[in-house]
Nanobody, 117 residues
Framework: QVQLVESGGGLVQAGGSLRLSCAAS????????IDWYRQAPGKERAIVAS????????YYADSVKGRFTISRDNPKNTAYLQMNNLKPEDTAVYYC??????????WGQGTQVTVSS
């Protein structure tokens, strides 16, 4: 069992930055790939970024490429999403998602990010 707790969300003006954290407890964090998803009001949850269990492979949605950076610190059991040059359309609840090679997965409770224009 893995417990995921997101933090770092908040209200920021357009052009600003936030860093989200995903703290994991439970089974070995380093064996899980980590994804960040977001869900805006009235929209489906969509993937934003992913990072492999070693941190060597990453994926970004086109809408955030060049602005967001995903990273992880396995000894600290924490993953991060650095978000720069935020836009109002980035407003959403952001979720951390952990998945292993057997498709077992876990979700955090989400953290709200609001970007004002």
């Amino acid at each position: 069992q893995v417990q995921l707790v997101e933090s770092g969300g908040g209200l920021v003006q357009a052009g600003g930055s936030l860093r989200l954290s995903c703290a994991a407890s439970g089974r070995t964090f380093s064996t899980y790939a980590i994804d960040w998803y977001r869900q805006a009001p009235g929209k489906e949850r969509a993937i934003v970024a992913s990072i492999g269990w070693r941190g060597g492979s990453t994926y970004y949605a086109d809408s955030v490429k060049g602005r967001f950076t995903i990273s992880r610190d396995n000894p600290k059991n924490t993953a991060y999403l650095q978000m720069n040059n935020l836009k109002p359309e980035d407003t959403a609840v952001y979720y951390c998602h952990a998945r292993d090679s057997t498709s077992v997965d876990y979700w955090g409770q989400g953290t709200q990010v609001t970007v004002s224009s």
